[in-house]
């Protein structure tokens, strides 16, 4: 099949019966009608991140009233407003809900255009331009109009074509969200073990004698310290712009959210001051600590790694510290205590001062039983750094496919 036999039609042609729905006014969905369970109500994040995790929800009734903005099996979830253009499929396994004000549910003709096929058009960089391109506002960025949108032109294949681009992509991303998995279990295997030793005080050659300290009753040998007694804040300010044609690998917030795989982008792209990430690298995000964002990084080509100014560098003092220090920062007690410290004009812009995380208290044990739980740990989270290489490569391999596929350039 050549890229010959496509055709070129406006998105509402592709569109089936009750295709496009924006979201409900707020007058119809206030906070107030919102529930801590019940009937789930899909945001702008889950469009962003392509995650599930609910805040809100609606009960029974609210939902009757507004089922026309119901989700279905094989609906796009759209971003418009503010960061627009991001998209997610319901999935059959997604519960049924409805989309807040800002999303948009578009509902193709599954004759005409399959729902993954649509999906990758808006991820590549010519789908998400058009898309972008037509939006208005100059304070709150919103998607264009429904005749504007429904009335952009996109090049087309068969059904069979449609299938087969949607198959080599979604493979792709199939394994990274496999990997994702794995190394979520990984993470939570090294948490259980942390809880055990360093919580709960069931560590190798425990002997059960305890001595008061500030922090309450802890094992002999061990001591009261803060986070500065492991690691070193290593912040070093880099200008990404300064080499535009360099491929960086970019830690930012949004590539952690979406399935902790860092983008790569070129450094014409990267337009604010980045720090530099370096090997054996412990990033904690400092915006949001409600939210915990922490990135093990053990090897990288430190001239091409950067990360977002909202994280932290931090490198442990000494090798052996390391799976320890890495574990500490998903641990409840730190996560309160910086969701503590946070402050910010409003509740989704809280931060947390670098200093206050160098400061929080803890339990420090002695150096031979770190050792033990890195020689432990350090294999969950070697295999961990191993799965988040394949997936960059992947991801790598999916993005230089998607333009190719999608216009044809590559038949299949």
């Known amino acids: ?50 995650s599930r995790d609910f805040r809100f929800y609606i009960d029974e009734e609210k939902f009757y009233e ?79 109009s429904r005749d504007i949108v429904e009335s952009l032109t996109l090049n087309v294949p068969d059904i069979p074509t449609q299938r087969r681009i949607a198959d080599i992509l979604s493979s792709l991303d199939d394994k990274i969200e496999l990997n994702r998995q794995t190394n979520a279990t990984l993470e939570a295997i090294a948490q259980a073990i942390f809880k055990e030793w360093f919580v709960d005080f069931n560590f190798p050659g425990a002997t059960g004698e305890m001595f008061e300290s500030e922090l309450g009753m802890i094992p002999k040998g061990w001591k009261v310290g803060s986070v500065a007694d492991v690691v070193i804040l290593a912040n070093e300010t880099i200008s990404p712009g300064l080499n535009p044609d360099n491929l960086f690998n970019h830690y930012s917030i949004p590539a952690f959210d979406s399935g902790r795989v860092p983008s790569q982008e070129l450094g ?112 969950y989270f070697q295999s961990k750094i191993n799965g988040l290489e394949e997936s960059m490569h992947l991801a790598k391999i999916r993005d230089s496919l998607l333009p190719k596929l999608m216009n044809g350039e590559i038949i299949v």
């Not at 997604?94 to 989309?99: A, H, L, M, T, Y």
């Not at 931060?351 to 050792?371: A, C, E, H, K, T």
């Open 1 to 50: 099949m050549s890229a010959k036999v496509w055709e070129n039609h406006n998105l509402g042609y592709l569109l089936g019966n009750k295709g496009y729905i924006r979201g409900p006014f707020g007058s119809s969905l206030k906070r107030g009608d919102m529930k801590s369970d019940g009937i789930p109500v899909y945001e702008q994040q889950h469009a962003i991140y392509n």
């Open 66 to 144: 507004l089922r026309r903005f119901q989700v279905k099996t094989n609906d796009l979830i759209v971003s418009c407003s503010g960061t627009i253009g991001k998209v997610s499929i319901i999935s059959d396994k997604d519960p049924k809900g409805i989309i807040s004000q800002a999303l948009l549910i578009l509902r193709p003709d599954n004759t005409k255009m399959l729902p993954e096929f649509l999906k990758y058009y808006f991820l590549s960089r010519e789908g998400f331009n058009n898309l972008v391109s037509t939006s208005h506002g100059s304070v709150q960025v919103n998607i264009a």
């Open 268 to 379: 014409s792209s990267i337009l604010s001051n980045k720090f530099r990430v370096k090997n054996n690298s412990i990033l904690v995000s400092k915006l949001n600590p409600r939210i915990p964002r922490i990135w093990t990084v053990k090897e990288v080509d430190q001239e091409n790694s950067v990360c977002s100014t909202e994280f932290q560098v931090l490198i442990p003092k000494r090798a052996h510290y390391y799976s320890f220090a890495a574990s500490l920062f998903s641990q409840p007690f730190v996560i309160d205590t910086m969701k503590s410290r946070a402050s910010g004009t409003s509740g989704s812009h809280q931060r947390i001062n670098p200093q206050d995380i160098l400061d929080i208290n803890f339990v420090i044990p002695p150096d031979n039983l770190l050792s033990q739980y890195d020689k432990i740990v350090g294999n």
